[in-house]
């Protein structure tokens, strides 16, 4: 485009330029036919010769001025379509990457259970007579890999529910969302005796209701797994400026400050060695809450000191 209106715009330049005046031309102004009669322009080769001479380096000129500035306009243009390129590719190019990493952490995650069960019938199959009571230990390591491979299976599709799309906002009473939470965790709750306290007040924010009860319900479950019986995990909420913070404390195990920079990072997971019934996790549930909150276009934090406890602090809009 540029080089055709380049091309135009020298052409009729330099043709214009190049074009001989005539004497009526200038005779027609007042000021013209005085200079001309003091010149005697008509009458005088040489002075035409210069003007010829002239309009062939003013062409060039041009010439030269217009191939620099298609230059200029062919490298912008070029430079520009590159980033605006890379900026169009750039959420492409990161899914793709997010989506193999996920692959990749996925299978990782299936094999340890797959390997243990591979290795027990291995074993089992190798000795030359197993008695009843074997067999049904063979079986019960086995049933017990399966479980996990079936609740990482959920954990994994849930994940994957989760990667995409925008979630529908609505007001929403905090309270409701924390009292959703708190009955699906209550039995875990009252089993190792943990105290929950809810002292959420009356406050509206916009949130997919069920979405964020289940990112709670998974910040709850870690803070029973995760504190010792008899313990009290407590709930509580304010407002501030445009948001509502969302806080919830437990007194567990808490949380060193080398790991806690990682831990909302996929399959991520702190040595659980002190605590048994830790084993159980994956290294998905702070992942997936954090993803939820942010669907619901919120942000979430954590403080924790190890061996006092931690606190989860979800920020969201008020309604
Ligand atoms: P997991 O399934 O292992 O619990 P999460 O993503 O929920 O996976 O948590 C990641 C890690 O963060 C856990 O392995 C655990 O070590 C640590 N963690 C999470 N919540 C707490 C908590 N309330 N107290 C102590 N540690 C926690």
Redesign the pocket.
């Known amino acids: 485009m540029s080089i055709s209106f380049s091309f135009v715009f020298y052409y009729t330049s330099s043709h214009e330029v190049g074009k001989p005046v005539h004497f009526s031309d200038l005779t027609a102004s007042h000021d013209g036919s005085d200079q001309l009669n003091r010149l005697r322009l008509d009458k005088n080769p040489a002075l035409d010769q210069y003007f010829k001479l002239r309009a062939d380096i003013v062409s060039r000129r041009l010439l030269l001025k217009l191939i620099i500035i298609n230059l200029i306009v062919l490298a912008g243009g070029t430079m520009l379509s590159y980033l605006l390129a890379r900026k169009t590719l750039q959420p492409i190019e990161e899914n793709m990457e997010s989506q193999s990493q996920f692959v990749s952490d996925a299978s990782h995650e299936l094999r340890t259970p797959l390997t243990a069960l591979q290795t027990t019938n291995e074993v089992a199959i190798r000795k030359p007579a197993i008695t009843s009571a074997e067999a049904k230990e063979i079986f019960h390591q086995n049933i017990e890999e399966v479980v996990k491979l079936r609740r990482l299976t959920d ?1 994994l599709l849930k994940l994957a529910k989760n990667e995409h799309g925008e979630l529908p906002l609505y007001p929403t009473l905090l309270s409701d969302i924390v009292s959703d939470a708190v009955n699906t965790m209550i039995n875990p709750a009252i089993a190792k005796q943990i105290a929950i306290e809810d002292k959420v007040p009356n406050i509206s924010v916009m949130a997919d209701k069920t979405s964020l009860s289940q990112a709670l319900t ?2 709850l ?3 029973i ?3 010792s019986a008899k313990s009290t995990i407590s709930i509580t909420a304010t407002s501030q400026g445009k948001f509502a913070l969302l806080t ?1 404390e ?1 007194r ?4 060193s400050s080398e ?1 806690l920079p ?11 060695s002190r ?1 048994k019934q ?1 084993d ?10 954090k993803k939820i909150v942010s669907q619901n276009k919120g942000e979430i934090f ?1 403080d ?1 000191t190890p061996g006092k ?2 606190s ?1 602090v979800m920020k969201l809009q008020l309604a």
């Open positions: 954990c998974t910040i479950d870690n803070g797994k995760y504190s919830i437990d567990g195990v808490g949380i790991h990682h831990v909302f990072e996929r399959f991520y997971r702190v040595d659980t605590n830790a159980d996790g994956f290294g998905i549930g702070l992942s997936l809450a954590v924790s406890g931690s989860f």
